[in-house]
């Protein structure tokens, strides 16, 4: 991401620095209830096409999607719980046993 972009968020989305995320899945409220990532409008939902999980920000009731919170977590200087993250236990488990083979 280039430096103006990443100025503009960070104007745009001031709310959300220094913010505290959770990992969570998303659970409906209704049937067709669904939600977007803030920053790239990925889907998130429990349909099959869409991401299932995302990081979770109470105050805002905002989802942002794995790929953004990695990307945005620096400049806007998250705090990530992840008790809950199945997708860091699976990288994890990955680092685990590529570390056993080499
Ligand atoms: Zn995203």
């Known amino acids: 991401m ?3 972009k990443l100025q503009s968020e960070l ?3 001031a709310y959300l620095r220094g913010k505290s995320f959770r990992f ?3 659970e409906p409220s209704f049937p067709d209830d669904h939600t977007f990532c803030v920053f790239c409008w990925a889907r ?3 349909w099959d096409e ?3 999980e995302g990081y979770f ?3 805002s009731q905002s ?3 794995d790929v953004c919170t990695e990307e ?3 400049p806007f200087e998250w705090s990530i719980d992840r008790t809950n993250d199945s997708a860091w236990k699976r990288l994890m488990q990955h680092n685990a046993i590529d570390s056993t083979i080499l």
Do not use: M
């Open 11 to 13: 104007k745009k989305k």
């Open 44 to 46: 998130i939902s429990i």
């Open 63 to 65: 989802w942002i999607c």
């Open 50 to 52: 869409d991401l299932r």
């Open 2 to 4: 280039n430096a103006s």
């Open 72 to 74: 945005f977590k620096q």
């Open 24 to 26: 969570a899945r998303f």
């Open 57 to 59: 920000e109470p105050e």
